[in-house]
Nanobody
Framework: QVQLVESGGGLVQAGGSLRLSCAAS????????MGWHRQPPGKQRELVAS???????NYADSVKGRFTISRDNAKNTVYLQMNSLKPEDTAVYYC?????????WGQGIQVTVSA
């Protein structure tokens, strides 16, 4: 089993920045892609960004140029730097990680952007 713990969420004004962190622990051999999804109020969960083991990244069009995903393999941690935040970025953000054929999710962390 892999445990994922998110941190760094909160309330910020539009135009501001936040940095999310997600630390993996437990049976963390062969961790593959890691990343972030989000679920806005009343909407379905959607991919925000992902990063492969060797650094290949993928972003949702809505966050390109504003968000940056990175990972520290030595710390088994993935980060999401969010700049120029908009009210529509308000959501619960979930960390995810792949391990061989399994996928794991964090408990979610709230990000609220006020207008």
């Amino acid at each position: 089993q892999v445990q994922l713990v998110e941190s760094g969420g909160g309330l910020v004004q539009a135009g501001g920045s936040l940095r999310l962190s997600c630390a993996a622990s437990g049976n963390i051999f062969s961790l593959g892609a890691m990343g972030w999804h989000r679920q806005p109020p009343g909407k379905q969960r959607e991919l925000v960004a992902s990063i492969g083991t060797y650094g290949m990244t993928n972003y949702a069009d809505s966050v390109k140029g504003r968000f940056t995903i990175s990972r520290d393999n030595a710390k088994n941690t993935v980060y999401l730097q969010m700049n120029s935040l908009k009210p529509e970025d308000t959501a619960v953000y979930y960390c995810h990680a792949e391990q061989l054929v399994d996928a794991y999710w964090g408990q979610g962390i709230q990000v609220t952007v006020s207008a």
